[in-house]
């Protein structure tokens, strides 16, 4: 009989050391895109994130970047197919939700986007970013009394009423939206974001245009 090997043969570790080269040279390659993210360069990250995605189709991590990415591109089309590829992949994470939702909602979609948000809400229902995200959605949806209701899960009632004044003036509800916005101001006279919302809507005709949703956080960073 001949002799039997305790250990693994010098050919399963050359291909195990090949594989670990790889995968310390794509998490090399990722990290690499993650600073050119965010010091802005998006394109530049897009492109090596792509090229990541070439040798490893799976890289999760690697899809939920580029769909964030192409999102503050403006390719909405392209992000919510990065998105989905990535929560297929796994059981998706409250924030790989969190934008897939929000990038329903800049595409119009407020149905997906609502349910997507609360699939991510339910996975981490203290996240601030979530619920506003949710709180702007269902406003969108026509549903005030939860909408403020969200806001206020996670803000103060200055805080809230002032959010939900950016939802009512995004869906052209300007009388509404200036009575909350002095509302929130009413409570907390130093808030400034009520106080610049609710200014917009005396500029001039040229000046700037009134926001379409509230200042929150939208995407993971």
Not at 65 to 88: F, M
């Amino acid at each position: 009989m001949g002799l039997q090997m305790g250990c693994v043969s010098m050919t399963d570790w050359s291909k195990a050391t090949v594989q670990a080269s790889a995968a310390e040279s794509t998490d090399l390659r990722f990290g690499m895109a993650r600073m050119i993210e965010r010091n802005g360069s998006l394109s530049d990250a897009k492109t090596l994130y792509n090229e990541i995605l070439k040798s490893n189709p799976d890289h999760t991590d690697c899809l939920h970047r580029l769909g964030v990415v192409s999102i503050q591109l403006e390719q909405l089309d392209q992000a919510i197919e990065y998105l989905s590829a990535a929560a297929a992949h796994v059981d998706a994470s409250a924030d790989l939700l969190g934008d897939l939702g929000y990038a329903y909602f800049l595409a119009g979609d407020y149905d997906t986007s609502e349910k997507t948000l609360r699939e991510a809400v339910a996975a981490a229902p203290d996240n601030e970013r979530l619920v506003n995200n949710l709180a702007i959605v269902v406003g969108y949806q026509g549903n005030e009394e939860e909408s403020l209701a969200l806001f206020r899960r996670v803000g103060t009632e200055s805080e809230s009423q002032s959010n939900m004044a950016f939802v009512l003036s995004g869906l052209g509800k300007y009388d509404a939206a200036k009575n909350r916005f002095h509302m929130a101001l009413q409570r907390d006279p130093e808030l400034k974001q009520a106080a610049k919302g609710l200014a917009e809507f005396y500029q001039p005709p040229d000046g700037p245009t009134r926001k379409s949703q509230a200042p929150v956080i939208a995407m993971t960073q």
